[in-house]
């Protein structure tokens, strides 16, 4: 009885502190809509995303060296390579285009399914079977968000809040991965080594965009004519939300719970749209908000759902 019950207290220590490391990223990537909008007001979209993690790749190398963390496995590469090519690769190159046109308070409300879409890619990666209910609760959250981009439309989904979905669904399965993978390398190695894996694929759009201004004046004129808040969202995304903010993450969900620990990511459309209000001085419609409170509302009930174990 007494070592059944120091388990079942450190299991529940576990997954407090999960919860709060996972607040503590969400509240990070919280502003990463927000300041994308920022940055591509005056930075070519094509350039933040893949530039974000060029620039990430920095402390993401330091703090390998400076921790000796070793080299994956080769199954580690093989899953660090999908977590690489959601969270780093197709989020930062999806979310930069789609936040050209639209706001950063609606681009909240497209990614507030993210919750449902990593509950899910946690629980099949886990090999972890949900019950009925927790699929409805899952169905029905994904489509009120389609309800809200219909009425707010008038009946139609524009192009950038489809890619934003697109977007969510990659970067859920990455975080579930990242979670999963953890709980052996640990949420610094996780983070930094799929930094690494995407510089190949980051560097290639970067040189092509810029390969005709390399050596002339136009690329420094182009560089200095950009006001200093697209450079400081720029430097926002680069190294809070792709790189410190998922330290925190990865090591909330292997703590935690992929499944669980996911959850926390419902108050992040309301902690988007207060920052979108005071930088982007965005308003804020009744609408938004109960839309979102709605979502919430059916991911905390699916979160309570039975979720079976293989």
Do not use: H
């Amino acid at each position: 009885m007494q070592r059944t019950a120091t388990f079942n207290k450190r299991e529940n220590n576990d997954e407090i502190s999960g919860l709060l490391l996972g607040f503590i990223a969400i509240v990070g990537f919280s502003v990463t809509l927000p300041a994308t909008r920022i940055a591509v007001n005056s930075i070519d979209p094509v350039l933040v995303g893949p530039g974000r993690s060029l620039l990430a790749l920095i402390p993401a190398l330091i703090i390998l060296y400076v921790l000796k963390i070793p080299l994956p496995t080769r199954k580690q590469a093989l899953e660090l390579s999908l977590v690489s090519l959601g969270v780093v690769i197709c989020f930062p190159w999806l979310t930069s285009i789609a936040m050209q046109n639209i706001s950063g308070a609606q681009g909240g409300i497209v990614v507030s399914v993210l919750p449902l879409f990593t509950a899910i890619s946690g629980a099949l990666l886990l090999k972890q079977r949900p019950s009925a209910e927790f699929w409805f609760m899952a169905l029905l959250g994904s489509a009120l968000v389609l309800i809200y981009l219909f009425w707010s439309q008038q009946g139609k989904i524009q192009s950038s809040e489809l890619i934003l979905l697109l977007a969510s669904v990659l970067c859920a399965i990455g975080y579930a991965q990242g979670g999963k993978l953890a709980q052996e390398m640990g949420g610094v190695a996780v983070i930094s080594w799929a930094i690494i894996f995407s510089a190949p694929f980051s560097i290639v759009p970067v040189i092509y965009i810029w390969q005709g201004d390399m050596n002339t004046q136009e690329l420094w004129s182009r560089l200095s004519s950009i006001p200093w808040q697209a450079w400081s969202g720029f430097i926002y995304i680069s190294f809070i939300s792709q790189w410190l903010a998922f330290i925190f993450w990865y090591r909330g969900l292997a703590l935690g719970g992929v499944v669980r620990v996911s959850q926390v990511q419902l108050v992040q459309p309301f902690l988007t749209f207060l920052v979108s209000a005071l930088l982007l001085d965005e308003s804020i419609t009744i609408l938004m908000m109960l839309f979102a409170m709605a979502v919430v509302i059916t991911v905390a009930i699916g979160r309570k759902m039975p979720v079976y174990s293989q």
